[in-house]
């Protein structure tokens, strides 16, 4: 299976913030869910990808291409929704598509007029007048519009209603059936991707912290939950995160096996991918 984006030893620094050998891959056929609280580096990441940071240092390559050469043809190629979305407000749907399309070789007006009826969209209404959830819409209608075969998004359901994030991931998971395309998916709403991600990627304070496919998350992280009485100081070492009280103990773990034997009596629930994400933020800020 080929890699559809690489990126490898990303740095990029600001005063107060930096990405730190940022590195990881997205296979075609994949939607990889990037996650991470605000502030974590997933945005500057992205922009970094694009072009739109300058980065101090690190390789990015895009359909087996590095941006820094082939930035043009990579660009032709790929579908940019950012959650700013950059448009003229006192044009129409329509006269912002005259003005985009030109910029793409393989722009389909029939594949325009198409997603714009499926999401309901009027071409003749002002951008001024969309909703936030319409002009993400508006987003995606331009970014599937020219064959893209990669989609790089950046908190694209952010802010929005239940129904149009459902109607987004829909377009997503109906994209994918396509073969040989790729989704990169920045967002800390981690319930999105209980839905659509196949694999996961933590970046927190600038570092990737994992790389893993939601299954592997699935089967191997466990919530476990017993008497705080039963914890020692070997024991309390089984855990990313805990939480004691007067009641008990809550923890997230990855060695679900030893703590089945370490501690008796114990609760044990499935983890979901927030469990996770905030486990493995938590064990840092508690190791700083």
Same mark, same amino acid.
């Given at each position: 299976?080929?890699n559809i984006l690489e990126v490898a030893g990303l740095n ?7 990405? #730190? ?20 580096? #997933? ?22 291409? %590095? ?8 660009? %032709?190629? *790929?579908?940019?929704?950012?959650? !700013? ?48 959830? /319409? ?9 599937? $519009?020219?064959?893209?075969? =990669?989609?790089? /998004?950046? !908190? ?12 987004? =991931?829909?377009?997503?998971?109906e994209y994918m059936k396509q073969g040989g395309k790729g ?15 196949? /694999?996961?990627?933590?970046?927190? %304070?600038?570092?990737? !912290?994992?790389?893993? $496919? ?9 919530? *476990? #939950? ?27 773990? %990855? ?13 044990? !629930? #499935? ?5 996770? /994400? =905030? ?10």
């Open positions: 299976m080929n990029k620094t600001y005063e107060k913030f930096s990405l #730190k050998n940022v590195t990881f891959s997205l296979a075609e056929d994949c939607i990889v869910g990037f996650i991470g609280v605000n502030g974590a580096g #997933k945005t500057t990441t992205i922009r970094s990808i694009l072009g739109l940071a300058r980065k101090n240092s690190g390789k990015i390559s895009v359909l087996g291409m %590095d941006m820094d050469t082939h930035e043009k043809e990579i660009k %032709d190629r *790929i579908g940019v929704v950012m959650d !700013e979305g950059c448009f003229y407000g006192d044009l129409s749907m329509d006269e912002m598509k005259s003005i985009i399309a030109p910029a793409y070789t393989r722009w389909s007006n029939n594949d325009y007029r198409d997603f714009m009826r499926k999401f309901d969209l009027d071409p003749k209404q002002k951008i001024s007048t969309l909703s936030k959830g /319409m002009r993400m819409k508006y987003s995606l209608v331009l970014a599937l $519009s020219h064959q893209a075969e =990669l989609l790089i /998004m950046d !908190e694209p359901t952010s802010g929005l209603d239940p129904l149009v994030r459902s109607q987004l =991931l829909d377009i997503m998971a989704v990169f998916f920045s967002t800390h709403i981690t319930s999105d991707l209980d839905k659509i991600a196949d /694999m996961l990627i933590l970046i927190d %304070d600038g570092k990737i !912290e994992f790389e893993k $496919s939601k299954d592997e998350l699935f089967e191997n992280y466990r919530i *476990i #939950k017993g008497d705080a009485k039963l914890l020692n100081s070997e024991n309390k070492k089984l855990f990313l995160s805990l939480k004691v009280t007067n009641y008990g103990f809550s923890g997230v773990t %990855d060695n679900v096996v030893k703590a089945q034997k370490s501690i008796p009596d114990i609760v044990i !629930e #499935k983890a979901g991918i927030e469990d996770i /994400m =905030l486990a493995h933020i938590e064990r840092r800020t508690h190791s700083v």
